[in-house]
């Protein structure tokens, strides 16, 4: 049983910590939001995120679990200091270490002896050496010697399964110098050794690398299959079968072969970003990368034309849009593709009703600035009263199954954009739908 301190609890830091409780450790969940805080030592969960509330529940009633705004206590008392803030993008599109050096130097200012501090957030290449570097230099003002070890522990959890994906990961990477380091790791996941979870020790820069090299590999699968299902469209050929038989091969295999509005979401964006610049700054072009955010951007852009044609214009008109999130089981719209496609509806003259099963409260701050030409609906149908046409943004389950006589009841006119393709073109056709995929 390790004692462990989370710096930041967001959706990272939380579902960390919450987990990491739940295989035994005792774990103290710190954050600079005091606000954040009282809500969950008043057993309420933040954020949006399927079993959370249970894990959370379970181990804080066992006691193994608490939350603090103090920082400094909070160092003393545990022997591994997790840093999970945000690394959100800076103006160049590099990483933004400001939060990450922030709690570097206020875990070095409270140190009161050893310590090992594990970086959890996705940062560059050479961010653990600073994380030393800004350790180091905080005790020497302090005039103190204390020994810590630095490690690399990327996390790889996908919002809306987060507690499934921590739990019961594809792989824990562990980047880090010394044994005293990959043994203190060792005993935080020791419950995972029992189910025979693959368990990679590597140097620092490489669980750095790791991190970054899967999210833009899944970003160029994604940005792959978008393009193959333009493609599709221009010579009359049907993605969805691409893509099954594609994903057949062992090789390529199914996952992430989804075509849609483009990726969106905290990472991907951020992450492919951040690579991109790195791969820059050490003049190692990474064309594969460059080229997928630039098409992912085309997407977005592309599904505003596929609206405005396929609804001959939409200046004037009212368009219904099913769900913000940037993907289904989240309430997070941090680089949704709903906000371009909903700016670029608003900016062609739309008028918008929006509805999102958990993102609404999102959303209300999110698209403020086109406030005055979006309405706010209640439910998934109530968003599609009297609207010249519905657009399906996010693939929410309660949306696969819509009763579609009541759908045409609703809309002025049965046109449906099916952004997700969770709908079949033949089954909408013949309720007497107009009916529009993607790559179909
Ligand atoms: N969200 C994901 O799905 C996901 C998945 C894998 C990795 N990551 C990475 O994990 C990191 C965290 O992401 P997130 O989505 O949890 O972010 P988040 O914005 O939800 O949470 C960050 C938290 O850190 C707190 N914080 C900031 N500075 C602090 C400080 N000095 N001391 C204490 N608390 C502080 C903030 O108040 C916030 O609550 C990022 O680097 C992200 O790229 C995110």
């Known amino acids: 049983m390790s004692r462990i301190a989370v710096i930041g609890t967001g959706y990272v830091g939380l579902v960390s910590g ?21 809500r969950l030592r008043g057993g309420e969960i933040p954020i949006f995120e399927p079993g959370l509330d ?30 999970a803030v945000g690394t959100p993008p800076a103006e160049d599109g590099s990483a933004d270490l400001r939060h990450v ?55 790889f959890l996908r919002e809306g399964s ?10 824990v990477v562990i980047g880090a110098d010394r044994p005293q380091g990959r043994d203190a790791m060792k005993e935080v996941y020791r419950a995972l050794f029992l189910n025979e979870t693959p368990y990679i020790e590597t140097g620092l820069e490489t669980a750095e690398m790791i991190k ?3 999210n833009a590999f899944l970003a160029v699968k994604i940005t792959f299959i978008n393009e193959i299902a333009n493609l599709c469209e221009k010579v009359g050929a049907n993605v969805q079968e691409v893509a099954k038989a594609l994903g057949k091969d062992g090789r390529i295999g199914p996952k992430f072969l989804h075509p849609g509005a483009g990726y969106g979401g905290s990472c991907f964006p ?18 594969v990368i460059e080229t997928t955010i630039a098409a992912n951007e085309r997407q977005k852009a592309r599904m505003v034309r596929k609206i405005d044609e396929g609804m001959g214009g939409v200046a004037g008109k009212t368009i219904a849009v099913l769900g913000l999130a940037f993907k289904p089981n989240t309430d997070d719209m941090r680089d949704a593709p709903s906000l371009t496609i909903c700016e670029g509806l608003v900016e062609r003259g739309a008028l918008l009703r929006v509805w999102d099963p958990a993102a609404m409260k999102e959303a209300a701050w999110r698209l ?17 009263n009297k609207a010249d046409a519905a657009v ?9 199954n819509l009763d579609l006589e009541r759908v045409k009841k609703l809309l002025k006119s049965p046109v449906l954009f099916d952004l997700r393709n969770i709908y079949s073109r033949p089954v909408l056709e013949e309720r007497g739908f107009k009916y529009f995929g993607v790559g179909q």
């Open 392 to 400: 399906i943004l996010t693939e929410w389950n309660q949306f696969r």
């Open 18 to 38: 919450a987990c990491l409780a739940d295989f035994g450790n005792h774990v103290t969940c710190v954050d600079i939001d005091a606000a954040k805080i009282e």
């Open 54 to 83: 249970d894990v959370v529940a379970r181990t804080c009633a066992a006691g193994r679990l608490t939350f603090t705004t103090d920082l400094p206590t909070s160092v003393q008392a545990n022997d591994v200091i997790f840093i």
């Open 270 to 287: 951020k992450d492919t970003q951040a690579l991109a610049r790195t791969g820059r700054d050490f003049d190692e072009p990474l064309s």
């Open 162 to 171: 987060a507690v499934q994906d921590f739990t019961h990961p594809d792989r």
């Open 212 to 214: 970054y090299a899967s």
């Open 101 to 155: 050096e922030d709690a570097a130097r206020a875990i070095a200012r409270a140190m009161n002896g050893y310590k090992v501090v594990v970086d959890k957030s996705t940062v560059p290449v050479g961010t653990g050496r600073k994380v030393m570097g800004w350790i180091a230099e905080e005790l020497s003002r302090r005039h103190l010697d204390y020994g810590f070890d630095v490690v690399s522990n990327p996390e």
């Open 368 to 384: 403020e600035s086109i406030r005055d030409r979006i309405c706010f609906a209640r439910d998934e149908y109530d968003v599609m």
